[in-house]
């Protein structure tokens, strides 16, 4: 990603959810906005390994929803609501370049 460009080595570290960035009063804005967007992007993935446990669960019959047909459509139902995570997780990862996009599609819009 280009935006890495503008940190050090020294502005990362390793946590037990993963790389990181500090949070210093030295960081810029973007290294801020970088941060935010890392850590809601964390928080989608671990959504999405919650859901996927409930899907193993149901698949491995450890887990039901009191009937099959319920059962069926409550793993359709987490399937999807990954799918949804991973579509936003791809918005959050890419923020300035989808703004600047919608942005761009907007105006287009209002001169035709």
Request: net charge positive.
């Amino acid at each position: 990603m280009s935006l890495l460009i503008n940190f050090t080595w020294n502005e990362f570290y390793l946590g037990k959810n993963g790389w990181g960035l500090m949070r210093s009063p030295g960081n810029t804005l973007l290294g801020v906005r970088m941060a935010q967007a890392q850590d809601k992007y964390r928080a989608l993935l671990i959504e999405i390994k919650r859901r996927t446990k409930v899907i193993d669960a149901f698949l491995s019959q450890q887990a039901h929803a009191f009937y099959v047909p319920t059962t069926i459509e409550s793993s359709c139902l987490q399937l999807r609501k990954i799918l949804e995570l991973i579509a936003f997780g791809s918005l959050v990862a890419n923020l300035d370049e989808f703004s600047k996009q919608h942005q761009n599609s907007l105006s287009i819009g209002m001169h035709h």
